[in-house]
């Protein structure tokens, strides 16, 4: 059953306001009855179909699709789309920098994880990260060690240990 041009008013108007009684007044319906043809219009199920669909198609225009935010993305990366910035007192077009081109290609890249050129690059960012660790464990090793040995020397040794490097002039 289609909707009268009233109920769709209604439906549209609780779309806005979330309010039925004050969706029916603004529909057309007396102040008295409002209330109850509001409550009475959100249990007909061709209204309730009709706001879902129309809450469908507000949510569909408002959140980017996947594609929209490849073209956008990519788009950037290109130097085909401007910012702006103030030059000299005047509002100028300026391309993407590099630094915001290289941001929108990593993003991009993220955003493909079934691409191999991605899944090398993440293995390989994953094994450096592992190499990374292990040297730092064994730097923190060797670090741990000198400095026990440390603790054990005289105070003599710790002065001949700190003139190691140094040249005497009857040496040059």
Known sequence: ???????QKFA?????????TNAAIKAGYS???AGSMG???????????????RKKEIDDKKIAKQKEIFEYLSSVMRGEVNDVAMVDG????VPPS????T?????LLKRNPGDPLIKAQTEKAIADAKLATAQAQEVEKITDSSAEKLKN????QLIKLSHLGDVSDDQL
């Open 1 to 7: 059953m289609k909707l009268t041009l009233k109920q």
């Open 12 to 20: 549209n108007e609780f779309l806005i306001s979330g309010n039925a």
């Open 31 to 33: 102040k008295k009855t």
């Open 39 to 53: 409550a009475e219009n959100l249990k007909k199920p061709e209204i309730i179909s009709y706001i879902e669909k």
């Open 90 to 93: 005047e509002i100028v077009d």
């Open 98 to 101: 590099i630094k915001n081109r």
């Open 103 to 107: 941001m929108a290609a990593k993003e």
């Open 153 to 156: 020397l005289t105070t003599e």
